[in-house]
């Protein structure tokens, strides 16, 4: 008798199981188009392109080994650092606007003594250009620029600041690269903004009340309470805004006045990929692939040095 209750008892217990790990693999079965989505356009590309990257390949035809040649000639490629030197002018303005202006409205909206009601609206109003399409904000942009027909040219005449229209967006110098930093500022700051106004709202209040306490003034209680206790936030905002940066390519393709052609000062990195891919009569896909490593590898560099830095601070 007592070996039937033992089995029955394991029977009982293991109904429970089975339907458990039943239900676990229905799961898994709902899962699994995204699995196989992610494989075959993510995972797979990836794969691709390190592949080509070894190839001389137009994107039809034969393929030909070509071993390191065209990663040997990527960091011998004269435009491509041209475009790069670029693409960190651009991302340079951007990145200290983006980052200056979220913090100057972070220290106000944080203020103990003299905060501000309606920080609701004032959040979703600074986040409000990083929902506009880019296409949308480049072609707004491209328009009021226009160096002949633009109203800032216009505005900027008939108050006398300027005598002739100014090319804004064809230029060969810092002109067009600090145009499309600024407007890539003014897109992203809200997102900045509201990152850092999310971690100065999670540090514990307890630290300004001392300082006040103590009399610290707000530059002191800045410097050293906010800024320490935001470092991993800054550290987020800054390795972000490199990875995306340094991937420049929608404004500058679409706000480009000579439709990105090579020694212009808005012929980004990724622009002069797309260009060799894409751009050319004879594609060089293998070449592009290479380009595109030789990109990955440097914003990875990039981002160990922040990454260091800011733990080298912290120590």
Do not use: H
Request: aromatic share 14%; hydrophobic share 50%.
């Amino acid at each position: 008798m007592a070996v039937k209750e033992n089995t029955a008892a394991q029977k009982a217990a293991k109904k429970p199981k089975n339907a458990l790990e039943k239900r676990n693999r229905y799961g898994a079965l709902f899962c699994l188009p995204f699995v196989i989505a992610f494989l075959v356009f993510n995972i797979y590309p990836v794969f691709r392109t390190f592949q080509m990257s070894f190839l001389n390949y137009s994107g039809f035809g034969k393929e030909t080994f070509a071993g390191l040649g065209n990663y040997t000639r990527a960091l011998k490629d004269p435009l491509f650092r041209d475009a790069f030197v670029n693409t960190l002018k651009i991302w340079g303005v951007n990145i200290v606007l983006q980052l200056g202006l979220a913090l100057l409205l972070t220290i106000i909206f944080n203020d103990m003594k003299y905060r501000m009601k309606g920080l609701s609206i004032f959040r979703a109003l600074f986040y409000l250009p990083n929902l506009i399409a880019c296409t949308s904000v480049a072609f707004l942009f491209k328009t009021l620029l226009d160096w002949q027909y633009g109203s800032i040219n216009q505005i900027l005449m008939t108050m006398g600041v300027i005598s002739s229209p100014i090319n804004w967006l064809t230029g060969e110098g810092l002109t067009a690269q600090m145009v499309v930093g600024v407007v890539g500022a003014w897109m992203w700051f809200g997102n900045s903004f509201i990152m850092l106004m999310a971690g100065v709202q999670g540090i514990d209040r307890a630290y300004f009340e001392a300082a006040t306490l103590d009399g610290a003034g707000r530059w002191q209680t800045f410097t050293k309470i906010t800024m320490p206790l935001l470092r991993p936030i800054m550290l987020y905002v800054a390795v972000t805004s490199l990875i995306g940066g340094l991937q420049l390519f929608d404004l500058p393709y679409l706000m480009s006045g000579t439709k990105g052609q090579p020694g212009r000062s808005l012929y980004t990195a990724v622009f002069y990929i797309y260009n060799m891919a894409f751009g050319i009569s004879k594609p060089q896909m293998g070449y592009a692939a290479a380009l595109a490593f030789v990109l990955f590898v440097i914003i990875a560099v990039f981002c160990g040095i922040a990454f260091a830095l800011m733990n080298k601070k912290e120590d």
